[in-house]
C-alpha cells in the first residue's frame, strides 16, 4: 500500500476518491488518511514504541477533519514523550469509562456493532440477530461474569431445535464480542474458546442447482417466459450469464459497469475487507444486449437493478421468489444455485480449465508461487470463455425448444 502525495490540505481529505487498493496520503509525522476501497477514511498515526512499529487509529473522515487529526496526534506525541504507549494509554481510558452498568455483556455488544461501519447493512442485521439472544439470557450481567456454560446453554436452545448452523454462529458472534473486549481493555479472556467442540457441527448442506444440460435448456426457457418487472427479469436472464453471487448482482452500480468495453469491475463485499480486489467480469454479447435493454429503464439511477418501489435495489429474494413462481422449489433451484450451475457445465461439459471458473466466481486462488492471481489475470482467457458459456446456454435453449442444434467445438 503505497503513500501519494503529501496531504497538506483539508481540500485533498474531502476529494479523495476510493481505488480498487487500499492507499495512504501522508499528512506529516506518522499522520496519514487511509482511503479504503469502499470509501471509507480515516486517520492513521503510525509510530514506535520500544522499538516496535505501531499504529493509533485517530477517528473517521468527514467526523474528523485534518486540524483535529493534527490536534490529536500531536496530544499522542506527548505521551510518547513522557514514555507512554499512546495505544495502551487508550485502552486503559476506555476500561475506565465503563461503569459497572456499562460493561454488561449487552453494552459491549452494541459497542461493537457500532464500529462494523465497513460491513454491508444486511450483515450487520444478521449479527445483532444472532447477538439479540445470549443479549436476551445474560446481557445484563457483566461481560466479565460471563462464563462458558452460559454461552453454551443460550446456543443450545437452538442446537435441541436442530438448528445446528444457527447455534454455530450465536458462539461465533459472542466470540467476537469478547475479543473485542479484551482488545480493549474491558475483559481478559473469551470464555467461548471453551466450548468450541461442545456444539454439533452443522451438516453442511449445498445449495440446490440444476446441473444436467437439458434441464438447464428448460430453466432458460422459463426464465424468457416469465412475466415480470424489467429488473427482475434482467436479473434473471443474467444470473446464468455472468453467474457472480446474488447479492452483488442485485446490487450493481451502474457506474461500474462499462459496456463499450463489455466489463463489469466490482469489488465483492466478500473481500472487500480482506484484499480490497476488484472483481472482473466479461460481458459477453448476450449480457450486453440484456444490459442495453435495461439501461432505459434504471439508466438514471445508481444501482442497475433499482427497485423503484423500495427507492433502492432489488431485494434478497427477488430472484428467488421469481424462480418459485416458475415453479422450481427449494430443493430444486435457489438464486445462488446459478453459481454451482455454471462450474459443473463448464468443468464437465465444456471441459473449460478449472482456474480460470474460480477465478470467475471471486475465488482467492493461488499460483505456483504460492501467492494469488492478480485480478486481471488471464482476462483475454476469461472473455472467452464467458461468450463461449454464453452461446453454449444458447445452444442448450434451443435444444429444449426441439430446435435440432448440435453442441460444437467449444475453444479453450
Known amino acids: 500500500m503505497a503513500e501519494r502525495k503529501p496531504l497538506t490540505h483539508a481540500r485533498q481529505a474531502e476529494t479523495a476518491k476510493p481505488e480498487s487498493r487500499p492507499y495512504t496520503l501522508n499528512a506529516g509525522d506518522g499522520l496519514f488518511l487511509k482511503v479504503m476501497p469502499n470509501g471509507t477514511k480515516k486517520w492513521m498515526w503510525r509510530y514506535f514504541f520500544l522499538k516496535k512499529a505501531k499504529s493509533l487509529s485517530l477517528g473517521l473522515y468527514p467526523a474528523v477533519g485534518l486540524a483535529e487529526a493534527k490536534e490529536a496526534r500531536d496530544a499522542a506525541r506527548k505521551l510518547l514523550a513522557r514514555g507512554e504507549d499512546p495505544s495502551q494509554r487508550r485502552k486503559e481510558e476506555k476500561a475506565a469509562t465503563l461503569s459497572a452498568h456499562e460493561n454488561n455483556f449487552k453494552a459491549v455488544a452494541e459497542m461493537w456493532l457500532s464500529r462494523q461501519t465497513d460491513k454491508a447493512e444486511s450483515t450487520r442485521k444478521k449479527s445483532a440477530w444472532l447477538l439479540s439472544f445470549p443479549i436476551a439470557d445474560f446481557g445484563d450481567r457483566p461481560i466479565t461474569a460471563v462464563t462458558p456454560k452460559m454461552v453454551l446453554d443460550t446456543c443450545r436452545k437452538y442446537e435441541s431445535q436442530d438448528k445446528l448452523e ?108 480482506q484484499t480490497g480486489v476488484n472483481l472482473i467480469v466479461p460481458l459477453s454479447r448476450q449480457a450486453v444486449a440484456i444490459l442495453e435493454a435495461l439501461k432505459p429503464v434504471t439508466g438514471a439511477r445508481e444501482f442497475v437493478f433499482f427497485n423503484y418501489g423500495k427507492e433502492r435495489h432489488l431485494s434478497e429474494g427477488a430472484v428467488l421468489s421469481a424462480l418459485r413462481r416458475m415453479g422450481y422449489d427449494g430443493d430444486t433451484m435457489s438464486g445462488h444455485g446459478f453459481r454451482a450451475l455454471a462450474k459443473t457445465i463448464m468443468l464437465e461439459a465444456l471441459k473449460l480449465p478449472d482456474q480460470y471458473i474460480e477465478l470467475q466466481l471471486g475465488h482467492r486462488i493461488k499460483d505456483p508461487n504460492g501467492g494469488a492471481y492478480h485480478r486481471a489475470k488471464f482476462l483475454d482467457d476469461r472473455k472467452q470463455m464467458m461468450q463461449t458459456w454464453a452461446d453454449y446456454l444458447d445452444t442448450l435453449k434451443a435444444q429444449a425448444d426441439g430446435e435440432n442444434v448440435v453442441v460444437g467445438q467449444f475453444r479453450q
Do not use: M
Open 166 to 273: 444457527t447455534a454455530k454462529r450465536i458462539r461465533v458472534k459472542c466470540s467476537q464480542v469478547f475479543r473485542f473486549a479484551v482488545a480493549s481493555g474491558i475483559a481478559e479472556s473469551d470464555p467461548t474458546r471453551d466450548i468450541n467442540d461442545a456444539l454439533k457441527p452443522p451438516q453442511v448442506k449445498h445449495r440446490a442447482a440444476i446441473t444436467d444440460p437439458a434441464k438447464v435448456g428448460q430453466l432458460l426457457l422459463d426464465i424468457d417466459a416469465y412475466s415480470g418487472t424489467p429488473q427482475v427479469i434482467a436479473a434473471l436472464k443474467l444470473s446464468p450469464l455472468i453467474f457472480v453471487r446474488p447479492g452483488e448482482l442485485r446490487s450493481a452500480r451502474w457506474e461500474d459497469v462499462d459496456l463499450d468495453a463489455a466489463e463489469w469491475r466490482y469489488t465483492p463485499s466478500k473481500t472487500q475487507n
